[in-house]
Structures are given as structure tokens and as C-alpha cells.
């Protein structure tokens, strides 16, 4: 009876542990995929940007709502600009659902142009979804802390 008991434990929590791993697994590439748009922003590559966003991907943002295309006209105006933007991603929390995560992180981004400089600081939260394989962003919220 022991060995019984024994092998069910060990086969429960084996296949939580397993169940464990790819939740955090998903919620790692999920994080990647967060830190990557905000890098292809700093890169002011809208090409780039759009491959980490689902395709009804929605922005709420200083009371705004935005689809991509409007945050790719945005972009494109700050282009005509010498700016640097270095972002700052800190997670605070995540959650996974199936084919759905949202996570919960500090974002500031240091920008500077020419001899100004700035930082912008804001919390924010994005739900995503997984889209043919990949983890894409389908809705991000930032709330501004200046």
C-alpha cells in the first residue's frame, strides 16, 4: 500500500512539476516578447513592432485608445527627431490562463535628444494571447507615475 502511495504522489507531483515548467516557460517568452516590443519602439522599427502584437492589438494609454496603426503614425513623427529611448522593464506579477497571460510590470523609459534628457515612468499591464505558436500582445495599458 505504501509503494502505492509512494508511485501516485511521486506521479502527481511529477506531472505538476512538469505542468509548472512550461507554465513558467510560456510566461518567460511572453515577458520576451513585452521586452521586444518596447525595444523595436526604441528602435523606432514599426516593422518589427507589429510582428509582437496581435492582430486586433489595442493601446490604452494617458486616456487614449490606439490601434497599431495609430501607434505606428506616432512613431513615425518621432522619427524625424534624433532621439535615443533606453527602456527599463521591471515584472511585478503574471498569470497564465491556457493561451492566455496577462503580466503586470514598471516600465521607464530614459530618452535623450541632443543635450536634453528624460524619464518617463509608467505602470502598466498586457494581456497576451498565443497567435499560429507565438505569444503576442493583444492589449496594453499604461497608467503614467509623473
Not at 73 to 94: G, S, W
Amino acid at each position: 500500500m505504501k509503494k502505492i502511495f509512494f508511485l501516485f504522489f511521486f506521479g502527481v507531483h511529477f506531472y505538476c512539476f512538469s505542468a509548472l515548467q512550461a507554465q513558467n516557460s510560456d510566461i518567460l517568452k511572453a515577458q520576451e516578447t513585452v521586452k521586444n516590443f518596447f525595444g523595436s519602439i526604441a528602435a523606432l522599427d514599426v516593422e518589427m513592432m507589429s510582428g509582437y502584437v496581435a492582430t486586433d492589438f489595442l493601446l490604452l494609454e494617458d486616456g487614449e485608445v490606439m490601434k497599431l496603426n495609430d501607434l505606428v503614425v506616432e512613431i513615425n513623427k518621432i522619427k524625424t527627431y534624433n532621439v535615443t529611448r533606453v527602456n527599463t522593464i521591471n515584472f511585478l506579477d503574471a498569470k497564465q490562463h491556457d493561451d492566455v497571460i496577462w503580466l503586470a510590470y514598471d516600465n521607464t523609459a530614459d530618452l535623450s535628444m541632443a543635450d536634453q534628457k528624460m524619464q518617463l515612468k509608467w505602470l502598466e499591464s498586457a494581456v497576451l494571447i498565443k497567435e499560429r505558436g507565438q505569444w503576442k500582445i493583444e492589449l496594453l495599458h499604461a497608467t503614467s507615475k509623473h
